[in-house]
């Protein structure tokens, strides 16, 4: 299945969400520390439901972590200021999706990671800055599911 890997996220509801979207896809979703709260955060809990058991979440101190616990993979880093969509990739098991902090995205230096494999955007209406987090995670997480047929769901 796939892996979601959320770089230093920010605001416990869109994590809570990320939870919820985990659980119902069979998607893991990794968190590189510093969080913008912690595990007891009550919007994290109601945003995540009572998911929070049926979801497979990892925290790594560092993203040097994160690496070492889920490669080899590829890995598509989503950003604004890429020229290739989301939609035009042709999705792999295994694949990890990486989303960077609510308030500035994904930095520099991360973006040009030698573990990524490609930087790719989520296509908007020039002018706009960005899509919520959560959401942008869910996009991604089902067109990659949906190349795979849904595999383990039920539709």
Same mark, same amino acid.
């Given at each position: 299945?796939?892996?979601? =890997?959320?770089?230093? %996220?920010?605001?416990?509801? *869109?994590?809570? *969400? ?22 007891? /955060? ?7 439901? /009572? ?11 560092? =993203?040097?972590?994160? $690496? ?5 993979? #590829? ?12 939609? /035009?990739?042709?999705? #792999?098991?295994?694949?990890? =999706? ?8 994904? %930095?520099?230096?991360?973006?040009? /990671?030698?573990?990524?494999?490609? #930087?790719?955007? !989520? %296509?908007?209406?020039?002018?706009? #800055?960005?899509?919520? =987090?959560? *959401?942008?995670?869910?996009?991604? !997480?089902?067109?990659? $599911? ?10």
């Amino acid at each position: 299945m796939f892996k979601i =890997l959320f770089y230093t %996220p920010e605001i416990p509801g *869109n994590t809570g *969400n990320a939870i919820r979207l985990a659980a119902v896809t069979g998607a893991e979703l990794h968190l590189v520390e510093p969080l913008g709260f912690n595990f007891e /955060d009550a919007h994290l809990r109601r945003a995540g439901l /009572d998911y929070h058991d049926l979801a497979v979440v990892t925290v790594h101190k560092t =993203l040097q972590d994160a $690496w070492k616990a889920m490669m080899p993979a #590829r890995v598509f880093a989503f950003t604004t200021t890429a020229t290739t969509s989301y939609a /035009d990739l042709e999705y #792999r098991d295994g694949d990890v =999706l990486m989303f960077g902090p609510e308030s500035v995205g994904l %930095p520099a230096d991360v973006q040009q /990671d030698e573990h990524i494999t490609e #930087r790719v955007k !989520i %296509p908007m209406i020039p002018g706009r #800055r960005s899509l919520n =987090l959560a *959401n942008s995670a869910s996009i991604a !997480i089902f067109e990659a $599911w949906r190349q795979h047929g849904f595999t383990g769901g039920k539709i």
